[in-house]
């Protein structure tokens, strides 16, 4: 059984961070990492479509091949969530995928902005069944 770091990644320097944290995780565990981007969907009267761009994408891309050159086994994962539901689909990917950690970066706001504003590490370290390394902005 291959042991697993998943990362979450948007298009930030917080996620940037995170995937620095990860690869240096990598290196010393020999862990393989599963770097996943969630394409936000917004629902209405004509139906799903998504809020954001493809920067997420290509970020997560580039991200998987600097571990890939680093020498650490990664891959790359997409799933969709509809708006607000990105914390739930980030733990639920986690059960997936038998992750035994998820790394993800925080803005760094305060516990009343993020509850106010929704911030998914927040609400990540609430539901997720496994264990959740929040890595700061600077």
Same mark, same amino acid.
């Given at each position: 059984?291959?042991?697993t770091i998943l990362?979450?990644?948007d298009d930030s320097a917080?996620?940037?961070?995170a995937a620095d944290v990860s690869q240096g995780l990598a290196q010393l565990t020999k862990y393989k990492v599963v770097v996943i981007h969630i394409h936000e969907l917004a629902t209405g009267r004509?139906? +799903?479509m998504r809020v954001d761009?493809?920067?997420g994408d290509a970020f997560a891309e580039t991200i998987v091949k600097g571990l890939q050159g680093a020498g650490i086994d990664a891959?790359?994962?997409t799933r969709d969530a509809h708006y607000g539901q990105v914390a739930q689909t980030l733990s639920a990917a986690a059960e997936d995928l038998d992750a035994d950690?998820?790394?993800v970066g925080s803005r760094g706001r305060s516990n009343v902005a993020s509850l106010t504003l929704g +911030?998914? +590490?927040h609400k990540l370290l609430h539901l997720a069944r496994r264990p959740v390394l929040v890595v700061p902005s600077v």
């Open positions: 059984m291959t042991s990362l979450a990644v917080h996620s940037q961070r004509w139906g +799903s761009d493809n920067t891959s790359i994962e950690m998820i790394v +911030s998914v +590490s």
